[in-house]
């Protein structure tokens, strides 16, 4: 199978559910002209125009809104936040408005839209931008949240993404836009809400997302080779809703479970997985639920501190060879 | 106890205004202008009174005094068009055709409701009039109005979108990026303003660099004027004008409409930071109402006692509104979890 990066995966994505479909636009800072500040949208202003590929001024909180209100009106535009530490300034379109008219119109209103951009740590970007919040959007009713961790899964989810009536929060690793991994030339869609075991193993399971999925598929190959341990690796895809009946098929083989995120450990979503299993799986658990996550401080700027804050290979090994007593 | 008996010393209408607007609109629809502005009139006054029996809860904004703005501005508006409004938004719905029944319904929380009982005073919509709601964050609905009007244009209908806002949400950072784009990219956005002067308690002069509001759009080099919101006919002049520009792909305009309301900012304010002369002159001098029906009746188009017999009309009608809500069932449990999503494939919990 033929191999493409993360950032041309979603460029497929865009391209062909805007030929698909009229009503999906593109809407951001430097989507256009630019061909986007990480080349995901690269090519699209010549393929699909200025009318549907559109370069705004620096408002999040201002284009975010022009999008809800587009998609209440029956659009379904793709809103660009060029990264997710911006989308901060978003926020009350997105939990305000966004999130609450369908329920608060009693199903009258319907809004198509996808927010979608750079999310996590880039590497030396300091503590302004290099932050996961993706538990700021997975705690509100109303909304979607999905993170893909491969180019296949990038380009089939942001597709569902685009097609879903409800308001999506899509979010990208910024470390991940240049990987590259098997695509397949024919079109699919990856579900929402549903998870997809990225390495099976009967040992422990590791639930994971995004960018940590691979850190923790590192981590399952040392782990197999140092300790014999074989870790399943499960990938929740989406992280609202949540994939339960993955989760426990998983964890009822396993008996143990590790959740490692990128994103800080209080009030997380890891935290919420976390809680789920504990209360959902007791009765089948034969060790406390472990957790990675990145150290709970802003991120520094410094080479040697930041990877000391980030979740590691070493720090999943850990984790996991704890679930199992060893 | 009618308001409309109240005074002969009112101002009167714009005489070459209000001549133009009877050649266009023709004397029955203004029959039904001044049939909506008392309409909406009657129905905050018992809205008021059926909170005080809690039979309304929360927050309730009345719109009373700013009749003429909602009734001028939809009367120059075609169905075609996205209406987007504030939280002080009853006016707003019932004169762009919203079954009072279903909006007063609305207030009571039930689920003959135009939301179902979901939203409440604040939250009124009615899709198929492209009536899109009621929104409670200052200021967010105007970017919601620029969607709207994007979407318009985007599909190249012959619409554009109304957003109201009150002269508290001017300041709010999220109005300023909106207009910047709506002219940036030529959208057929009318922002009106409902100027009262007050931004809950807190008059414009007191947080305003400049109370001169139509001065705002300058710097986004848009259309924009004042206009004196008490004049139903100055009213749907500006916005007819302002839509003709709109549809001609012309761009947005910028309204600095100037209105007063008699309530306080909601239920709950007994509004000391006014005086009672001050609202007592607004309301001899400036009624929307008086205003109108003093002109109908100097120009033939109606007698008193037909301006008294549609106030008693209203009176009933929204008394039927009243008893309507008032027996309607609260809505089922079920509606707790519905329409949160359109699709979701999985549980609530």
């Not at chain 1, 587009?70 to 530490?85: D, H, Q, R, S, Y």
């Not at chain 1, 000391?308 to 060893?326: D, M, N, Q």
């Not at chain 2, 129905?43 to 909170?51: D, I, K, L, T």
């Not at chain 2, 620029?146 to 709010?172: P, S, T, W």
Request: aromatic letters at 8%.
């Amino acid at each position: 199978m033929r191999e493409i990066a993360f950032r041309d995966a979603l460029n497929e994505a865009l391209a062909e559910e805007m030929e698909r479909d009229p009503d999906v636009f593109l809407m951001g800072e430097e989507v256009a002209e630019y061909n986007g500040a990480y080349k995901v949208s690269k090519g699209l202003l010549d393929q699909f125009g200025p009318r549907r590929v559109i370069d705004t001024p620096i408002v999040e909180l201002g284009f975010a809104g022009l999008g809800v209100g587009a998609a209440l009106a029956g659009l379904k535009p793709v809103i660009e936040m060029m990264t997710f530490n911006f989308a901060i300034l978003a926020l009350d379109q997105v939990v305000n408005h966004a999130a609450k008219a369908r329920y608060m119109s009693n199903g009258q209103l319907s809004c198509p839209i996808v927010i979608r951009g750079a999310g996590g740590a880039g590497g030396s970007l300091a503590a302004q931008h290099s932050q996961s919040l993706e538990a700021h959007y997975a705690h509100v009713p109303g909304l979607k949240v999905m993170m893909p961790a491969t180019p296949k899964d990038a380009k089939g989810m942001l597709k569902t993404a685009i097609r879903d009536p409800d308001p999506v929060i899509f979010i990208e690793s910024e470390v991940l836009y240049g990987y590259k991994g098997e695509v397949p030339e024919e079109e699919y869609l990856i579900p929402m809400g549903k998870g997809e075991i990225k390495r099976e193993g009967g040992d422990c399971t590791v639930i994971t997302w995004s960018r940590m999925v691979h850190t923790v598929m590192d981590a399952a190959e040392e782990l197999k080779n140092s300790d014999g341990v074989d870790v399943e690796v499960l990938d929740l895809r989406t992280l609202r809703p949540l994939d339960k009946d993955l989760i426990r098929e998983s964890v009822k083989k396993t008996n143990r479970v590790v959740v490692v995120e990128e994103a800080w450990p209080w009030a997380s979503v890891g935290a919420s997985v976390a809680d789920f299993v504990a209360r959902d799986l007791f009765d089948w658990l034969d060790a406390p639920v472990g957790r990675v996550n990145q150290r709970d401080v802003p991120m520094p700027y410094a080479f040697n501190l930041e990877p000391l804050s980030l979740p590691s290979v070493e720090r999943v090994a850990e984790a996991v060879k704890k679930a199992c007593y060893l | 106890m009618a308001d409309t008996e109240t005074t002969v010393q009112a101002q009167e209408l714009d005489g070459e205004l209000a001549a133009t607007a009877r050649e266009e609109l023709g004397d029955e629809r203004i029959l039904e202008m001044l049939r909506t502005m008392v309409l909406l009139r009657r129905f905050e006054h018992h809205a008021g009174r059926a909170y005080q029996r809690r039979k309304i809860q929360g927050f309730c904004h009345l719109y009373s005094g700013q009749e003429a703005v909602a009734v001028g501005s939809l009367s120059a508006a075609t169905m075609e068009d996205y209406i987007v409004s504030h939280y002080r938004e009853h006016g707003h719905a019932l004169a762009r055709g919203m079954e009072p029944k279903a909006v007063m319904a609305e207030l009571f929380g039930k689920v003959t409701g135009c939301a179902g009982g979901k939203g409440g005073s604040m939250h009124l919509y009615d899709v198929e009039r492209r009536f899109m709601g009621g929104w409670g964050i200052v200021g967010g609905q105007i970017a919601l109005g620029n969607g709207m009007a994007f979407a318009a244009k985007y599909r190249e209908e012959e619409a554009v979108c109304i957003a109201y806002l009150g002269d508290g949400a001017v300041h709010q950072g999220i109005v300023h990026e909106t207009l910047n784009m709506a002219q940036v990219w030529g959208l057929p956005l009318i922002a009106i303003v409902e100027n009262n002067e007050y931004a809950m308690g807190t008059a414009l002069e007191r947080v305003s660099a400049v109370t001169d509001l139509e001065k705002k759009a300058l710097a986004y080099d848009m259309a924009a004027e004042t206009v004196d919101g008490q004049d139903v006919f100055a009213v749907y002049d500006a916005v007819k004008r302002a839509r003709d520009r709109a549809v001609a792909g012309e761009g947005p305009t910028w309204m600095d409409i100037h209105t007063y309301r008699y309530y306080g900012h909601s239920m709950t304010d007994p509004a000391t930071y006014r005086t009672r002369e001050e609202v007592d002159e607004v309301k001899d001098l400036k009624d929307p109402i008086v205003r109108l029906s003093n002109w109908m009746i100097a120009e033939g188009m109606a007698t008193q006692e037909e301006v008294d017999a549609i106030d008693d009309e209203m009176e009933e009608l929204v008394k039927e509104c009243v008893a309507f809500a008032d027996e309607s069932d609260q809505p089922d449990p079920s509606a707790l979890t519905a329409d949160v999503y359109v699709e979701w494939n999985a549980d609530i919990d």
